[in-house]
Structures are given as structure tokens and as C-alpha cells.
């Protein structure tokens, strides 16, 4: 059993920047990909970044390609996610998961997930 939990969030103005992290605990970390999501008010859950256990794979939604970057610490068991040049249409609530494997883009396939954290960026 892994347990993530998120922080971070708050309220930014567009062009502003953020960093979300997320800290693990339970299992041991390494083994485990872990991928970033969010999800607006009456829009489905959708991918935003992911990173493989050892940090050289990387992939991040069309979306914030250029703007967000995946990072983790695997010492301290902790993900973040750098965004930068923030769009209203960033808001929404973001989620920490984990894989017992490779990285993926799909929700379904990340086996632990943390509550979320809101990021609002206002116009």
C-alpha cells in the first residue's frame, strides 16, 4: 500500500507560476511511476505529466508541454510538478497517483491515489 498525499495548490494569476508536490509513504517508492492529473468542474479526469521510477522518463500532456515539468526525489519520496505560465483554463484539481510500473497516461491504470489539491489561476 502506498499513500500519497498532495500540496501546493492555492490561487495564482494567469502567467504566474506554481509548484505542486506530492510525498509518498508505505511501500517503498523507487519501484513506482507517478503521474500527475486534474480534473475541472464537469470535465472528466485528465492526464497532465507522469515520470518512470528512475526519472529519465518523462511525458507530459500537449497541454502544459513546455510550461510544466515532472520531477521526483526518490530519497525523500516526493513528485513535483513546476507549472509555469498558468492559464485560467488550468484550474482545476489536481491529483497525485502512483504505478507499480512503467509510466501511463491512463487514470485507470495508476493503482493509488492521493485527494487532491486545487489550483485556481484567475484572468
Known amino acids: 500500500q502506498v499513500q500519497v498525499v498532495e500540496s501546493g495548490g492555492g490561487l495564482v494569476q494567469a502567467g504566474g507560476s506554481m509548484r505542486l508536490s506530492c510525498a509518498a509513504s508505505g511501500r517503498t517508492f523507487s519501484p513506482y511511476a507517478m503521474g500527475w492529473f486534474r480534473q475541472a468542474p464537469e470535465k472528466e479526469r485528465e492526464f497532465v505529466a507522469a515520470?518512470?521510477?528512475?526519472?529519465?522518463?518523462?511525458y507530459y500532456a500537449d497541454s502544459v508541454k513546455g510550461r510544466f515539468t515532472i520531477s521526483r526525489d526518490n530519497a525523500k519520496n516526493t513528485v513535483n510538478l513546476q507549472m509555469n505560465s498558468l492559464k485560467p483554463e488550468d484550474t482545476a484539481v489536481y491529483h497525485c497517483a502512483a504505478r507499480k510500473s512503467a509510466l501511463a497516461t491512463i487514470s485507470a491504470e495508476y493503482d493509488y491515489w492521493g485527494q487532491g489539491t486545487q489550483v485556481t489561476v484567475s484572468s
Open positions: 515520470i518512470g521510477w528512475s526519472s529519465r522518463n518523462t
